[in-house]
C-alpha cells in the first residue's frame, strides 16, 4: 500500500481587485483581500478535533520598502514604513476537520495596496487535539509560529485594479500534528508535537481536481439482478508527480472528493479503500485556474 500523505487545506486567500473613480481615472492604489479557512482530511480515525487559534495573518508587499518617511508639513514628523501589510487581526480558533472537500471559511475582507506579495505571515496563539474518546491534548506552539510563521509565494500574488487572484495555504496535518505513542489505538496515545507545515500555491495559477469514488452492488431478488451506484465515503485519493506524492484528500458523503490549489501539470491518482481493488490512472491533466473532473468506479476485492 502506497505511503499516504494528508494535507490540511487551511487558509484560502482570495484578493479581490478594484477600480477606483477619479477626475484622472487613475489607476487604484488599493485593492480588496479576503481571506478564507478550508480543509483536507486528517488521517488518524481516533482524532475528533485538530484545533488552531490564530491571531494575526499580514503580506509582504515588495514594492514597499521598510524604513521611514517624511510626513507632510501639517504632521511635522517622520513616520515609520514597513512592508508587511495586515490582513487579519483578531482571535479565531478553528476545528480544521470541520472544513473538508472544498469547503471554506472567510476569516477576512480588507482592502490593501497595490503591489506584488511574495511571503505571509501566519500567527498561531494555540493549538490542541481532542481525541474521539474526548481526551484533549494542549500542544506546544513553536516561537516560530507563535511570532509568525512565514510562507513564501512562488509567483507572488499581485494585486492590481480590476484583477481577482487566490491564494491557498496548504496546511499539512500529518506532519503538523505529529501524535507521540502508540497510535494503532487512542489508548496508546500520550502526547501531539505540534510542528506546523504550510505550503502555498497561487489558485489563479493553480486547477482543481474533483470527482467520485463509487462501487457497483448488485442486488437478486428473485430472477431480478438489480445494479446501484455507491459512493466509497473514506476512500483515499493520493496525487503523484512522478514518484513524489504531492497531496492526498479523503472521499466524503457520496464518495465525492475536492482537491484545491494543484499547480498545472499532468498527475497521477490512486484511490485506495480497505475491501476494494486499489485504481490507478495516469496522465489525469491539471488546467491553470481550470476544474478537472476524475471519477472512479472501485471493484471489491477478492
Known amino acids: ?8 487545506l487551511v487558509l484560502m ?5 478594484l477600480t477606483s473613480c477619479s477626475d484622472n481615472n487613475d489607476q487604484a492604489s488599493t485593492g480588496t483581500m479576503a481571506v478564507h479557512m478550508t480543509d483536507a482530511p486528517f488521517p488518524y480515525e481516533m482524532v475528533a478535533e485538530a484545533n488552531v487559534t490564530i491571531t494575526k495573518i499580514e503580506a509582504r508587499n515588495t514594492s514597499i520598502e521598510e524604513g521611514t518617511e517624511e510626513g507632510t508639513e501639517e504632521e511635522g514628523m517622520e513616520t515609520s514604513s514597513s512592508p508587511f501589510v495586515v490582513l487579519m487581526e483578531e482571535e479565531v480558533t478553528l476545528n480544521l476537520l470541520e472544513l473538508t472537500n472544498g469547503v471554506t471559511e472567510t476569516l ?8 506584488t506579495y511574495d511571503l505571509v505571515r501566519v500567527y498561531i496563539k494555540e493549538a490542541g487535539v481532542v481525541l474521539t474518546d474526548g481526551t484533549p491534548y494542549t500542544l506546544k506552539v513553536p516561537s516560530g509560529a507563535s511570532s509568525g510563521l512565514k510562507i513564501f509565494l512562488e509567483p507572488g500574488i499581485t494585486v492590481s485594479g480590476g484583477l481577482t487572484s487566490d491564494l491557498l495555504l496548504d496546511f499539512d496535518i500529518s506532519q503538523s500534528f505529529v501524535p507521540v505513542g502508540d497510535v494503532n489505538a487512542a489508548e496508546g ?22 470527482g467520485a469514488v463509487t462501487t457497483i452492488e448488485t442486488t437478486t431478488e428473485g430472477d431480478t439482478v438489480t445494479e446501484t451506484t455507491v459512493g466509497l465515503e473514506g476512500a483515499t485519493i493520493t496525487i503523484l508527480n512522478g514518484e513524489e506524492i504531492v497531496t492526498s484528500a479523503i472521499a466524503g458523503a457520496e464518495g465525492a472528493y475536492t482537491v484545491l490549489g494543484l499547480d498545472a501539470g499532468t498527475y497521477t491518482v490512486m484511490v485506495e479503500i480497505d475491501g476494494y481493488t486499489a485504481q490507478t490512472v495516469e496522465g489525469v491533466e491539471v488546467v491553470a485556474a481550470n476544474q478537472t473532473t476524475q471519477n472512479f468506479e472501485l471493484v471489491a476485492a477478492e
Open 108 to 115: 477576512a475582507n480588507v482592502e490593501i495596496p497595490t503591489g
Open 189 to 210: 496515545i500520550t502526547s501531539f508535537n505540534f510542528n506546523p507545515v504550510i505550503k502555498a500555491s497561487n489558485l489563479s495559477t493553480a486547477g482543481t481536481l474533483t
Open 13 to 17: 486567500v482570495s484578493t479581490a481587485f
Open 1 to 8: 500500500m502506497i505511503l499516504k500523505r494528508m494535507s490540511l
